[in-house]
């Protein structure tokens, strides 16, 4: 029987664990036994005994889980744990298969480690956006928790409240919340200040969306820019140019100053956020107002918004929260651990865990194989080499039937003759 093993989550702050106990049973009915380190679903909600009585073994040490699993389940792989995550690589044999988030593109030295190491590496923010793999998409049902997450860490911070009021000390309007990016983290976000009581505008750089943010009561903001090149990969904005930027911004600003709060979520793949809102923009909002930065850690969509620090300028707060999900932890890794179990069962054939490159999940997520990064997206970003197709192979040469000729025919005539 082959065996899934989840070690406890070693980035600082990171709660989340990649398997829940009523997941254990889905993994049994498909075959696979689960080992699950002492502890690592504690700050999740999940103790030990919950996994022991869904059946899960539960190890004492951070190496028995490695020794007794083919596949290595975790929330975040060295790639997205640069420093702890190091530890691991003594633990890391090169038949085990790594599951989890690897953040493969921005290129760190960490991941090179990893892939060095010869495991095989499945990198989660790497699932096609396909319909089939929709019950696989990692990014999306944590980016759902986080735009939930950011309206109320906006609506704790804002001096206001977010719905209207009728009292008999008068009536109180709502509060006006604008949403930047439309993507999964943002609708949320629109749907959960809606279900507040604000009022709340959205845009975004790619128009179709706006039947999407209309859907959910939100007023689409459409502003005069050439927005062809706007849809990139995957369902993502595309990557812009500075000038398109610039021009943005300009456009962006008296919608901005009209607001009680923003929330910017946008995000490009492998590259830095782009800054939606510059120093300017921020002090034009009206005292008390509150930005909040989904996209912080990756160089920030607002310029003066720093990683998990509140800033405070011209009255206005900017909110620079990271790995928001993680402060939902119990919900966010049965959604993780669900992604991952439906991965897990697609690599899942007759004789075990098969790495088939013909089919479009499993090629698609593979990130590194033997010492090698495979995937054409990370190689760019690595600024390695397309990997070589090799050469279909030839099909065999048939032995050609030798032409008849008089002597063969006048033979074949006489055995018809004698046998009849």
């Keep these: 029987m082959n065996t899934v093993g989840v070690p406890r989550?070693?980035?600082?702050?990171?709660?989340?664990?990649?398997?829940?106990?009523?997941?254990?049973?889905?993994?049994?009915?498909?075959?696979?036994?689960?080992?699950?380190?002492?502890?690592?679903?504690?700050?999740?909600?999940?103790?030990?005994?919950?996994?022991?009585?869904?059946?899960?073994?539960?190890?004492?040490?951070?190496?028995?889980?490695?020794?007794?699993?083919?596949?290595i389940l975790q929330v975040r792989t060295i790639g997205a744990n640069p420093e702890a995550g190091r530890a691991d690589l003594s633990l890391l044999k090169p038949e085990h298969i790594v599951v989890g988030l690897s953040n493969s593109l921005a290129a760190p030295d960490a991941l090179?480690?990893?892939?060095?190491?010869?495991?095989?590496?499945?990198?989660?923010?790497?699932?096609?956006?396909?319909?089939?793999a929709q019950s696989m998409d990692a990014l999306s049902s944590q980016a759902s928790i986080a735009g939930y997450k950011a309206v109320l860490l906006v609506a704790d911070a804002l001096p206001k409240l977010f719905p209207m009021m009728t009292t008999a000390a008068g009536t109180i309007p709502p509060a006006k919340v604008l949403v930047l990016g439309a993507g999964v983290a943002g609708l949320q976000a629109i749907a959960t200040a809606r279900r507040l009581g604000a009022v709340v505008q959205s845009y975004d750089v790619r128009p179709e969306v706006k039947e999407q943010v209309e859907s959910?009561?939100?007023?689409?903001?459409?502003?005069?820019?050439?927005?062809?090149?706007?849809?990139?990969?995957?369902?993502?904005?595309?990557?812009?140019?500075?000038?398109?930027?610039?021009?943005?911004?300009e456009a962006l600003g008296k919608v901005i100053a009209e607001n009680d709060a923003v929330i910017t979520t946008a995000l490009v793949p492998g590259a830095k956020a782009p800054?939606?809102?510059?120093?300017?923009?921020?002090?034009?909002?009206?005292?008390?107002?509150?930005v909040l930065d989904m996209a912080a850690e990756q160089g920030g969509n607002v310029e003066l918004s720093r990683p998990d620090e509140v800033?405070?300028?011209?009255?206005?707060?900017?909110?620079?929260?990271?790995n928001i999900?993680?402060?939902?932890?119990?919900?966010?890794?049965?959604?993780?651990?669900?992604?991952?179990?439906n991965f897990i069962a697609s690599l899942m054939k007759e004789d075990g865990f098969t790495i088939d490159m013909d089919d479009e999940v499993t090629s698609g997520t593979l990130l590194a194989r033997g010492?090698?990064?495979?995937?054409?997206?990370?190689?760019?970003?690595?600024?390695?080499?397309a990997l070589a197709t090799p050469d279909p192979e030839p099909e065999p040469e048939l032995e050609p039937k030798p032409e008849p000729n008089a002597t063969t025919a006048a033979a074949a005539d006489a055995s018809k003759e004698s046998q009849a």
Aim: aromatic residues 8%; proline residues 4%.
């Design 112 to 132: 090179k480690e990893l892939v060095a190491h010869g495991s095989t590496v499945f990198a989660m923010e790497l699932i096609p956006r396909i319909t089939r």
């Design 216 to 249: 959910l009561g939100a007023t689409f903001v459409e502003l005069e820019l050439d927005t062809a090149e706007a849809q990139g990969t995957g369902g993502y904005a595309g990557k812009q140019s500075e000038e398109f930027l610039a021009k943005q911004r």
């Design 325 to 341: 999900s993680a402060s939902l932890p119990f919900d966010a890794s049965q959604m993780y651990a669900k992604n991952v179990q």
């Design 311 to 322: 800033i405070v300028e011209g009255g206005v707060t900017v909110l620079g929260p990271t």
């Design 275 to 290: 800054v939606l809102m510059n120093a300017d923009m921020v002090r034009g909002m009206a005292f008390g107002s509150v």
């Design 9 to 71: 989550e070693t980035f600082p702050g990171e709660r989340r664990v990649a398997l829940t106990p009523s997941v254990v049973a889905v993994y049994q009915k498909a075959g696979l036994s689960a080992v699950v380190e002492a502890g690592a679903g504690e700050e999740a909600g999940y103790p030990d005994a919950a996994f022991k009585e869904a059946g899960a073994e539960i190890a004492t040490s951070r190496e028995a889980v490695f020794r007794g699993a083919e596949a």
């Design 371 to 385: 010492g090698e990064i495979v995937h054409p997206r990370v190689r760019e970003a690595f600024g390695l080499p």
